[in-house]
Nanobody, 125 residues
Framework: QVLLVESGGGLVQAGGSLRLSCTAS????????MGWFRQAPGTEREFVAA????????YYANSAKGRFTISRVNAKNTVYLQMNSLKPEDTATYYC??????WGLGNDPRSFRSWGQGTQVTVSS
């Protein structure tokens, strides 16, 4: 059973930074693309960023490009999301996700099937 545990959320002022972490177990982490999604109250969950199993490919939502960076450390079974220049509209619960099949690029948000419990990010204006 895949278990994903996020951490690093919190309250930050607009323009500030946060780094989210997600530690995975129950899968051969290095073989799976990983992603970050978010969901604000009253909205659907949306894709934020993904990284391929090989680390060679990264994908970002337009809202995240230039401000967020996804990375992974396979030796720690951990994926990160560095978020800079945060805006109030980034306020949401952020979820870590694992691809449903190994060796994927992570470029199809629909392929992510395992989810963490989420970590809250609140950006004040």
């Amino acid at each position: 059973q895949v278990l994903l545990v996020e951490s690093g959320g919190g309250l930050v002022q607009a323009g500030g930074s946060l780094r989210l972490s997600c530690t995975a177990s129950g899968l051969t982490f290095k073989n799976y693309a990983m992603g970050w999604f978010r969901q604000a109250p009253g909205t659907e969950r949306e894709f934020v960023a993904a990284i391929s199993w090989s680390t060679y490919n990264e994908y970002y939502a337009n809202s995240a490009k230039g401000r967020f960076t996804i990375s992974r450390v396979n030796a720690k079974n951990t994926v990160y999301l560095q978020m800079n220049s945060l805006k109030p509209e980034d306020t949401a619960t952020y979820y870590c996700a694992a691809d449903s099949e190994p060796w994927g690029l992570g470029n199809d948000p629909r392929s992510f099937r395992s989810w963490g419990q989420g970590t809250q990010v609140t950006v004040s204006s």
